[in-house]
């Protein structure tokens, strides 16, 4: 993909963002407020962390809806080994490698068994999400030290930027250069644009699709231990239903479901599109079914209005030919 081409969408996007971040402060004086934006900004880290990896997922025209159970499984191994008088590094990387894990296994299913990666993780997400009751029931863990919680909800030193969202920014770089920059990022394109002409062109399509899954259940473990530390809290149903505002976020960022298209750019756009709406309309008091109400139309609109235009370039490029042909 070229880096003109990445300013089309995404453009209309950013310009959404400061639209609605304008639209907000005509909504509450209290929007553009630093508190207020840090609370915002960290309000949408975990769902910004995992929509790095998943855009990556349906770019090779797959799809990850375990990633909120994984965040809980992580969540609650965290919570237990913490419990149980693990060092709180130690079990930060059990966390990690649980989701690692959880990440391999829904890529082995899907790569070498062959089954569609929608059926699978809709049956671990409901797998993850039990395995995170048993491993720690209806308890909630908390009583972390402040060091740690501190870097779920703290900021920068002297800065309003909370610490998830510069660890973001950091991976969103890193994840745009691979995508954008190197050989493996074009290859993904490849591969869900024609998986077939790729594998004729000698790329190993199973392995980078296993490599992909695996890096959904570690970024979604690793949101795990933030959203842990950024509540103080270690539960199993940490973060249920977060898997609509991810896939919500990278669908509208532009990335087709279909795979082959799409770019970090535009699903980080929509990220924050989607968490200043939602926290323009929580200020004003607006219910959290409203909320899930918006983000579905967002979801639905991300899926149709590219449809119509892709519906809409077609007919007026037959009309052309069509009428190329008349003249001559």
Sequence with gaps: MKWRNLLGWEVTLIVLVFAALFSGALLSPAFLTASNLTFLTANFSEVALIALSMTLIIIVAEIDLSVASTLGLSSA??????????????????????????????????????????????????????????????????????????????????????????????????????????AFGRSLYAIGANPVAARFAGLRVERVKLSLFVLSGLMSAL????????????????AVGLELGVIAAVLLGGVSIFGGKGSVVGAVAAVFLIGIINGALTLVDVSNEVLTVVTGLL?????????LLGHFRTYRERRRAKGDRVIQ
Excluded: E, M, Q
């Design 77 to 182: 191994v965290l919570g237990a080994l913490f419990a149980a008088g693990w060092p709180i590094p130690l079990a930060i990387v059990a966390a990690l490698a649980v989701g690692a894990l959880a990440g391999l296994f829904n890529g082995l299913l899907i790569t070498r068994l062959g089954l569609p990666s929608l059926a699978v993780t809709i049956g671990t997400l409901a797998l993850y999400r039990g395995l995170a009751y048993v491993v720690l029931g209806d308890k909630a863990i908390a009583d972390f030290p402040a060091f740690y919680t501190n870097l779920g909800f703290g900021t920068l030193p002297g800065t309003p930027i909370p610490i998830p969202i510069a660890l973001f920014f950091v991976l969103a770089v890193i994840t745009v250069v691979v995508l954008h920059a190197t």
């Design 223 to 238: 949101a795990g231990v933030v959203y842990t530390f950024r509540f103080a809290s270690a539960r199993a149903d940490n």
């Design 299 to 307: 979801l639905i609109g991300s899926v149709l209005v590219p449809n």
